[in-house]
């Protein structure tokens, strides 16, 4: 069974830094795109930043310039390390993969459980 598992979350200070790890799990055959995505209570889940398996990367204009999205193939697990943070990036955030099991013949896409991000100001 695959699994991804979230890590990293907490409480900072505005204008801090914070890195989130992500890492998927089980019978994995093979994993494309992976994002990151946040959600505020109430609200529905917004995209942050998406990395391809070759390693191209895209972010939501709120974010560009102090979020960076990267990927370890060899371990299955991508990266968001948030810098410059801001109250408003407050959120859980959720890991998503577009992934192949090995006991499947397509991709679908799995996701995290979330981590709490809390940016004091």
């Known amino acids: 069974q695959v699994q991804l598992v979230e890590s990293g979350g907490g409480l900072v200070q505005t204008g801090g830094p914070l890195r989130l790890s992500c890492a998927a799990s089980?019978?994995?055959?093979?994993?494309?795109?992976m994002a990151w995505y946040l959600q505020i209570p109430g609200k529905q889940r917004d995209l942050v930043a998406t990395?391809?398996?070759?390693?191209?990367?895209t972010y939501a204009d709120s974010v560009q310039g102090r979020f960076t999205i990267s990927r370890d193939n060899a371990k299955n697990t991508v990266y968001l390390q948030m810098n410059s943070l801001k109250p408003e990036d407050t959120a859980v955030y959720y890991c998503?993969?577009?992934?192949?099991?090995?006991?499947?013949?397509?991709?679908?896409?799995?996701w995290g459980q979330g981590t709490q991000v809390t940016v004091s100001s």
């Open positions: 998503n993969a577009n992934l192949r099991s090995s006991s499947d013949s397509y991709f679908a896409r799995y």
């Open positions: 089980g019978s994995i055959f093979s994993i494309g795109a």
């Open positions: 990395i391809t398996s070759g390693g191209t990367t």
